[in-house]
């Protein structure tokens, strides 16, 4: 399984390509923990609050990531939306680890590390 699937001023001409995007939304939630107090266990909220702040100075649209799982051969593709994933981040699984899915029509979930689900939308099934 593999995740795919990340104060700068940027404008909507800033050209980034999505590893430099999660980056700059990365320097920018450490920028939001320190702006906010440096408040523990508020990481989704100051990720969430940088991905709006720089997706909105660059123009572009909030994007849904996924995860990719493959099943008896048969590769799913889960998209998932990171305000609704309960704190997932890329990385918690790596690439080949075991891990406890179920199916259920379009929606696959996937027990994480910490025991918590994360709920996708299968949008694509290769063989």
């Known amino acids: ?5 990340h104060s700068d ?3 909507s001409d800033s050209p980034l390509s999505e590893t430099d995007l999660y980056e700059v ?10 702006r906010n107090g440096r408040i523990p266990g508020r990481d989704l909220e100051n990720w969430t609050q940088a991905e ?6 660059t ?4 994007r849904r990531t996924a995860i ?21 981040t890329p990385g918690e699984f790596t690439p080949g680890c075991s891990v406890v899915v179920r199916l259920d029509g379009n929606t ?3 027990k994480r590390p910490n025991g918590k689900v994360l709920r996708t ?7």
């Open 1 to 5: 399984m593999e995740p795919d699937s």
């Open 68 to 88: 990719i799982v493959k099943i008896n051969g048969v590769q799913y593709v889960g998209e998932y939306r990171a305000e609704t994933a309960e704190g997932y």
């Open 25 to 34: 939304i990365r320097r920018r939630a450490e920028e939001v923990y320190i």
């Open 121 to 127: 939308e299968i949008v694509q099934r290769n063989s």
């Open 108 to 110: 696959m979930l996937v």
């Open 52 to 57: 709006l702040e720089i997706r909105s100075e």
């Open 9 to 11: 001023s940027l404008t």
């Open 59 to 62: 123009g572009k649209s909030a």
